[in-house]
């Protein structure tokens, strides 16, 4: 299978500062954004710690980290490469959040792919979403740990009504906000003409998903199509910063 990689970031039309960050190794097959909160910059260290700490974990493990007596015991070396890493991250940012009266509360969310033979590991914290594209349709892989998508799931809200609430932008869920946290994940088996995207809510506030998919066949460099999304969503407002990263899986041709 050829992988391929690409990603950007952009501060976004709005907001001073970039306070994203992602990370993509094709060796590694490792993918990650991540969506920093806090003020005098601390949501831009946040997610730096975030993907650095994750990808050094990833590469410093490749059999897995040794796992404690529990049921960490039965999860699959690549999967518990990603837990130790993002575990990781989370108490390192919580303990700096604590250092410094400027980083208290900072916290980021993040959103990572693995590659391990022919599935991908998805990993995520927070509201940094990943999308798989594939038979010219898009398929949303992550459940967003927010206030208002966690009213929708329990009926209190509309999908339409979540997206003008005013409660659109409050996680349940974010590294460094506690010593411990919560992690989701999920594996999907990839085809040929697969397309994974990682991004943070700058895009996916601004753009609908039919929008991105849209985007995304019509673009078949994969750094025109994330720079296409970046342009977009600024077109449409940059409230945010936007990072997107396109992780795309195509078996040798021959000619």
Partial sequence: MRITMEGG???GVVRPHNEDALFFDRELGLCIVADGMGGQLAGEIASRMAVELVAETVARFPDGEPAESGPDELLSPAIRRLFSGIRLAN?????????????????????????NGPVLIVAHVGD?????????SICQLTDDHSLVAEQVRQGLLSQEEAEVSRHKNIITRALGAAPEVRIDICEVDVMDGDRFLL?????TNMMA??????????ESDASRACNALIDRANALGGK????????ALDAPRNF
């Fill in 240 to 247: 945010d910063n936007i990072t997107v990263l396109l992780l």
């Fill in 209 to 218: 998903d039919e929008e991105i998919l849209a985007i995304i066949q019509q």
């Fill in 9 to 11: 970031t952009h501060t």
């Fill in 91 to 115: 108490r390192q940012i919580f303990q700096a959040g604590q250092s410094k009266p400027e980083w208290r509360n900072m916290g980021t969310t993040i959103v990572a792919g693995l590659l």
């Fill in 199 to 203: 991004c943070s809510d700058g895009l």
């Fill in 128 to 136: 940094s979403r990943c999308y798989l594209l594939r038979g010219g």
